[in-house]
């Protein structure tokens, strides 16, 4: 774990960013899949909000919902065999599922944009790369073709790409990961979005370029006001960047929280287990490379199959806590101090701590 998930971890949570209004209300959101062996319920009921100049940080396990969710907010759901089947999505008190995809058009891309987790299958191979962002420019912002051209170049030197005139006639699978990193945040922040998804924008990139990569999304943050909505699997980057947490499971929101109470005080199992999965600087001192080094804690048992989820809570056949009204009834999110909610019908009985 890095300093600043130790840091959490001890009770020193990440600095706190002054947050406005609610800029975006996921309400209920239901999405599904159907398929030959039956109804995938990837997102079911999620619930939550991110305000102007917040970082909210989505986590859970892979397939869990996270990228389900941020791909309904912009109406991306490919159907057949996806749609969204309920709730709602307000964007500045709209409903994005009433909108016309005329309508949607004007908004995804430029007053949300979202960054994609692996830009080599987001970018178009057979286009340079200051071709494609120009071409969200000149789409949403109406500008000729030369001013488009001239503002991504603007754009790529400002997310700090070398030679920014040059890398624009590049073609994606001639610039590095880093780099086709930077252009999807370059084509990201170029119409200045109020909100911004990034879906795990870190991954398969090497500590050092992940840290430029974070920071220079942070950067962007503050100068534009705009919120964030982190989607990621790495607690380190959640301590460092987060304001806020929701913690996924199987489709559902099991936990909400600022990130000093998650980290100090997680109220759910499974958030407890995905904390002490997670190596300790400071145990690794002690412990050092013998036999007494400590071991990781681990989740027992598997992510259940969407199609054939159990009975009750989700979580219950892999939970140390679980008893018959777990295994009966799925528990509903739930208040758990200030700003803090938990869908555990257990959570009173779990101990300060950030361990299991």
């Not at 009770?11 to 309400?27: F, K, T």
């Not at 759901?77 to 307000?90: D, E, K, V």
Request: aromatic letters at 4%; a positive charge.
């Amino acid at each position: 774990m890095n300093q600043a998930a130790s840091a959490a971890l001890a009770g020193e949570a990440a600095p706190h960013r002054a947050a406005g209004e609610v800029v975006l209300a996921v309400e209920g959101l239901r999405t599904e899949f159907r398929t030959p062996a039956g109804v995938i319920r990837a997102v079911d009921g999620v619930s939550y909000s991110v305000r102007r100049g917040e970082t909210l940080c989505v986590v859970g396990e892979s397939g869990c919902g996270k990228s389900v969710t941020a791909l309904s907010i912009l109406r991306l759901i490919t159907s057949p065999p996806g749609r969204i089947a309920g709730g709602r999505i307000l964007f500045e008190g709209r409903d994005l599922l009433a909108l016309s995809e005329a309508e949607m058009e004007r908004v995804r891309g430029n007053a949300i944009s979202m960054i994609f987790q692996e830009p080599m299958t987001s970018l178009n191979p057979l286009y340079p790369v200051g071709r494609q962002v120009a071409e969200a420019i000149a789409l949403h912002q109406g500008l000729s073709w030369r001013d488009a051209m001239a503002k991504a170049v603007g754009m790529l030197r400002r997310v700090a790409i070398p030679d920014a005139e040059r890398s624009a006639a590049a073609y994606p699978h001639q610039l590095s990961g880093g780099m086709r990193q930077r252009v999807m945040i370059a084509m990201a922040l170029s119409c200045n979005p109020k909100v911004l998804i990034a879906d795990e924008p870190t991954t398969a990139l090497d500590v050092t370029i992940q840290a430029q990569i974070l920071e220079l999304i942070r950067e962007q943050q503050e100068r534009l006001g705009m919120a964030v909505i982190l989607i990621t699997h790495d607690m380190g980057v959640v301590a460092e960047n987060a304001d806020r947490v929701i913690v996924m499971y199987a489709g559902r929101k099991v936990e909400e929280g600022s990130v000093e109470a998650l980290f100090t005080r997680p109220a759910h199992p499974y958030t407890r287990g995905l904390l002490g999965s997670i190596p300790h600087l400071d145990d690794a001192a002690r412990g050092g490379a013998g036999p007494r080094r400590a071991r990781l804690a681990e989740i027992k048992g598997l992510v259940p199959s969407l199609l054939r989820l159990p009975p009750g809570c989700s979580f219950a056949p892999r939970c140390a806590l679980a008893d018959a009204r777990c295994r009966e009834a799925a528990p509903t999110i739930a208040r758990h101090g200030d700003g803090h909610a938990v869908a555990c019908w257990n959570a009173g009985h779990l101990a300060p701590g950030a361990a299991a």
